[in-house]
């Protein structure tokens, strides 16, 4: 008898964990004094805000490295945990066999009195060992990065005057330091997901910290993207000072500004209607390479939300699956499949799955070049999600956004998402044989 707990996957953990508490220590002088040299002669209301971020950025820094060197230290503690565990039950099994074996030579004895057989652990002490097992630990690693403002509403009345080159230095310095940031973020999730799955053993508590790293980098990204708008104004200014009122009307607020809103988050956890969550997302303005740069666990509700425009799931279905190419184990995780009650594909099915939907994508792209006399059409990932503990997709031959004519063929039994071959050739044929009948419309078929 033995328990769920890998050693390795705990080691794992353990290092990736660290490294990240470091390497966000590490980066708290850089990011210091880049904020700090940005700062020089830059005053006005974007002063304050630019000021506010960067506390905010250094803060939850601070809190995220604690976070993850108190993670591996759990780690730590729960691999010890574990070998008590395992060596106890090992001890009992030992005594087990010993104790039978001293049973067994008792039986004969009593059955042969003038046998000279006598146990070998006669007149030895032999304890039975605890049959207490050892508490599991609890594991809780709780992270939510916090919004940062960036409304150039907070920037308040009278004019702002910053040294766009300085701005443009901390550009560059920031985005560097996210990049390794971005890896490390990475490391993490992958170490966690090869932890829970491997260490069942442990309890789990509040455990936020993987997609709070991922979005405290994202914020990261985004002030890096709001302050490369503020330096460009004031380039074209020539290092003066601009009137707030301008810089306001310059600013555009970044996609993760308003996935940070009441309402996206509304849209997210499901509280509007098909009809409510068109209506709100075509408000938005949003393109394809706003929603690409969402987090993953975004862009898995987007990939499928009823609502939203094809476009808009395709960007996110095809991101997300690039993702998960990446990080297979992370993603299972993310999308449910380690959820032993559904009865869930396995993880190696989970890989072949997305490396088909991915050739199939960059196979029917190809072929669609032919289509429409030649002039192409596009390929859209649709539908793309755990339905039922089952890896489902749609790839739409045509624009399910503007077709005037749409068409769905329905996969048979046994079918999967690892060979789509087929039924993407089906679509294509139909969807030539359709355009031969009437050149002047236009047709997506799913």
């Avoid at 508490?135 to 766009?164: E, L, N």
Wanted: charged share 25%.
């Amino acid at each position: 008898m033995t328990i769920a707990f890998d050693d390795g996957a705990a080691d794992t953990l353990i290092t990736a964990a660290t490294n990240a508490a470091d390497v966000l220590q590490d980066q708290g002088s850089e990011r210091r004094s880049a904020a700090e040299n940005a700062a020089d002669d830059f005053s006005g209301g974007y002063a304050t805000l630019f000021a506010s971020a960067c506390g905010i950025e250094a803060e939850d820094r601070g809190r995220l490295s604690g976070v993850l060197h108190s993670l591996a230290e759990q780690a730590s503690d729960a691999k010890t945990k574990a070998q008590e565990e395992k060596d106890r039950l090992a001890a009992l099994a030992a005594w087990e066999e010993r104790e039978a074996a001293r049973v067994e030579q008792q039986a004969i004895a009593l059955a042969n009195p003038t046998s000279a057989l006598e146990s070998p652990d006669a007149g030895v002490s032999d304890p039975k060992p605890s049959e207490i097992p050892v508490s599991p630990p609890t594991i809780s690693a709780a992270f939510d990065a916090q919004s940062r403002t960036r409304s150039g509403r907070s920037g308040g009345g009278g004019k702002s005057s910053a040294d766009p080159t300085k701005l443009s230095t901390f550009v560059t310095n920031s985005r560097g330091m996210n990049n390794r940031l971005e890896t490390e973020v990475v490391a993490v999730q992958n170490a966690w997901a090869g932890f829970v799955g491997a260490c069942s053993w442990v309890s789990f508590g509040t455990v936020s910290f993987a997609t709070g790293f991922g979005r405290m980098v994202s914020e990261n990204k985004a002030d890096a993207m709001w302050v490369e708008r503020i330096a460009d104004q004031f380039e074209k200014a020539g290092g003066g000072g601009v009137l707030n009122s301008e810089l306001n009307k310059a600013h555009k607020s970044t996609v993760l500004d308003i996935a940070s809103g009441k309402k996206f988050k509304d849209l997210l956890n499901g509280k509007l209607s098909p009809e409510e969550v068109a209506e709100y997302w075509g408000s938005l303005g949003l393109t394809a390479k706003n929603v690409e740069s969402l987090p993953p666990e975004t862009l898995l509700k987007l990939a499928s939300m009823s609502g939203l425009p094809a476009w808009a799931q395709d960007a996110a279905g095809q991101e997300f699956v690039d993702y998960a190419l990446k990080h297979p184990e992370a993603a299972y995780n993310m999308m449910g499949f380690d959820n032993p009650d559904i009865d869930p594909i396995s993880l190696e099915d989970f890989k072949t799955q997305l490396a088909g939907i991915k050739t199939e994508i960059n196979d029917a792209t190809k072929r669609s070049k032919r289509l429409n006399g030649g002039t192409g059409d596009v390929v859209q990932l649709v539908d793309f999600g755990n339905h039922d503990g089952v890896l489902a997709a749609g790839i739409s031959i045509g624009d399910l956004d503007t077709a005037t004519n749409i068409g769905v063929n329905v996969s048979g039994m046994n079918s999967s998402a690892k060979d789509m071959t087929n039924g993407d050739k089906a679509a294509h044929e139909l969807h030539k044989a359709a355009y031969r009948k009437d050149p002047g419309s236009s047709y997506a078929v799913v």
